[in-house]
């Protein structure tokens, strides 16, 4: 075990520069990963989601930095290393001639996993009818439900995801979440690379986000929301004719949007939250219901990605 | 070790799957085939048994054949995985870089194995069977089908440096065609317009003999040509190289370099590679 790293920790990335040719793909990357968490990685096209990603993996190495992947430097780990892990590239084309499952032993053998956990991950999956079928007629979620069972294989400590719901459709989105959250319940540690982001926003015990190579914020939802200063929006339904009454007692605590007969919208800093709820009470029964929508993830993410150029 | 054997199995099942194992053993057997009965012939007057008799034309096949069929399997083994991306998944498993190009090689020698043996071999039986030539002159035939193999590894071993070193498939291809004219095609085509050229003959046997060294092709000839005494009888035109004198062992160590130094190659550069 290196030094530095505890058990609770699966990845620790320390000051990670990463450089194809003349091009910074990763500048001073930190970011650590804690045992059985679900971390999701977010960012713009290009942002450095897939290298960072590859560097865990140790299929190509830091320029400076360090990396250690349940305490190995991935690189030079050895062969038990890396049947602790399961990995689903973003874009992978298998071998269409084969089938289903013997593709899956395949995989299984080399990872020193007897192939009858195949046709229970098979299962798991939801590939057993298909298990026979060369992978040429999948579907493009068959595909990628078969990828996934390649990742599972061996009951891995540790999960790499990169996009792996792109191209599927919801019902399928929701299966494959479900499942990644079965794992993760089993002690499983997930990252996850999406574009998705409601679909993460629920699933992600922490996200961070990606921009230009670098982890511009990293936290759960709550923390990330906090480190915006995005407004939540307040919706109160109001007593006819009480309206600009409530208006004018609420306005210090936020900017108003939206007012009517029996409603009003507003929108107020985390900060003053506590004090809006207060004078929300106090004003007794002119507040017929109130609603509080946080800002969402998808706020939170445009936030940060301001200023990033389109390539 | 065992990470190689599955990988090689894989391999070879793919040769199978993809028909690879079956064309190449009907390829190579049917000529076989052909050359064998047609050329026990007309060995009435030069008194060789009708196997290394055919030892000759089958050299001379399996030059083009051997070269072209390894350099189909290869060119694509490394680039293919690539642009598929199934070379970045199998890196995450518990596998070298090294072993996946050796995996990939004695797969690929598999099928090539499967060919000579039962392409040649079974060729070889059936006329054997078949006709009154008995099996005078197997061993100049084994050697053939041994050298034939060797021949097929250098090819492989090649495709290989080429699978690794450009970034596209279809480069990979049109640099396997070039490699394929090159050393099957064009160099002999070279070495005998300098001959012609060469009036004042200040070309030497020994220099002649030293360029055909060069190319592996020539080697191959030049191993199954003049080995056996009954062959050389046969082969006429090889028996020049013949009398220059090189040992088997000169001969086959020239080929092995030749598997030996493009899959180190190979591995050094993939070793290297950023993916």
């Not at chain 1, 960072?52 to 930095?65: I, N, Q, W």
């Not at chain 1, 922490?206 to 914020?217: E, H, L, P, T, Y």
């Not at chain 2, 030996?260 to 550069?269: F, G, R």
Request: proline share 3%; hydrophobic share 50%; aromatic share 6%.
């Amino acid at each position: 075990m290196a030094e530095g790293v505890t058990l609770d920790t699966a990845i620790t990335v320390k000051g990670v520069v990463k450089n194809y040719g003349n091009n910074t793909v990763l500048r001073d990357v930190d970011l650590s990963v804690r045992s059985g968490e679900r971390m999701v990685l977010i960012g713009h096209n290009g942002a450095g989601k897939t290298t960072l990603m590859k560097l865990m993996l140790g299929l190509t190495h830091p320029a400076a930095g360090r990396v250690r992947v349940l305490g190995n430097n991935p690189v030079t780990a050895a062969a038990a290393h890396r049947r602790e892990i399961g990995y689903l590239p973003e874009s992978v084309a298998f071998n269409s001639a084969m089938k289903g499952r013997e593709m899956l032993t395949f995989y299984a053998r080399l990872k020193g996993v007897v192939p009858a956990e195949c046709d229970s991950i098979l299962v798991q999956v939801g590939l057993e009818h298909a298990a026979d079928r060369r992978v040429s007629t999948y579907s493009k979620g068959m595909r990628q439900r078969l990828g996934l069972a390649q990742a599972m294989l061996g009951r891995p400590r540790l999960l790499f995801l990169d996009e792996p719901t792109s191209g599927l459709d919801p019902s399928l989105r929701r299966q494959f979440y479900d499942l990644i959250d079965t794992l993760s319940l089993s002690g499983t540690t997930s990252l996850t690379s999406s574009h998705s982001l409601n679909e993460v926003e629920a699933r992600a015990d922490r996200i961070a986000i990606m921009k230009n190579g670098s982890i511009v914020a990293c936290g759960t939802l709550a923390e990330l929301s906090s480190q915006t200063d995005l407004p939540m929006v307040v919706r109160l339904r109001v007593t006819t004719g009480n309206t600009s009454r409530v208006a004018e007692q609420l306005a210090p605590m936020g900017e108003i949007h939206r007012i009517n007969d029996h409603g009003i919208e507003l929108s107020c800093l985390g900060a003053s939250k506590m004090l809006l709820f207060r004078q929300v009470a106090g004003l007794g029964d002119a507040i017929e219901d109130f609603d509080v929508a946080p800002p969402r993830l998808d706020d939170i993410y445009n936030h940060f990605m301001k200023g990033v150029s389109l390539q | 070790m065992k990470a190689i054997g599955i990988l090689a199995l894989n391999e070879f099942m793919d040769g199978l799957r993809n028909r690879w194992v079956a064309a190449a053993i009907t390829l190579l057997g049917t000529t076989a085939l052909v050359l064998l009965l047609v050329g026990s012939a007309p060995t009435g007057t030069i008194r060789a048994g009708a196997l290394d008799v055919s030892v000759v034309s089958l050299t001379s096949l399996s030059v083009y054949l051997l070269p072209l069929i390894a350099l189909l399997l290869s060119f694509d083994a490394l680039v293919g995985e690539f642009e598929r991306g199934t070379m970045l998944l199998l890196l995450t498993y518990p596998v070298a870089r090294w072993q996946v190009v050796m995996g990939k090689f004695f797969g690929h020698m598999m099928i090539l194995l499967a060919a000579v043996v039962v392409g040649y071999g079974g060729a070889a039986v059936i006329t054997v069977l078949f006709t009154d030539n008995g099996i005078e002159g197997w061993q100049a035939y084994v050697n053939m089908m041994a050298t034939t193999l060797l021949l097929g590894a250098v090819f492989i071993a090649l495709g290989y440096l080429v699978s690794v070193l450009v970034r596209e498939r279809s480069t990979a291809a049109g640099a396997a065609v070039v490699l394929w004219l090159v050393f099957v095609v064009l160099y002999d085509l070279g070495l005998l317009g300098l001959l012609l050229a060469d009036h004042e003959q200040r070309i030497s046997q020994s220099l002649f003999s030293v360029l055909m060294l060069v190319n592996p092709a020539d080697t191959y000839r030049l191993l199954n040509l003049t080995v056996f005494d009954t062959v050389g009888q046969v082969a006429g035109i090889a028996g020049v190289a013949a009398r220059s004198g090189f040992g088997v062992t000169l001969l086959l160590c020239l080929m092995v370099m030749w598997v030996v130094v493009p899959l180190a190659a190979t591995m050094a550069i993939f070793h290297r590679r950023e993916l």
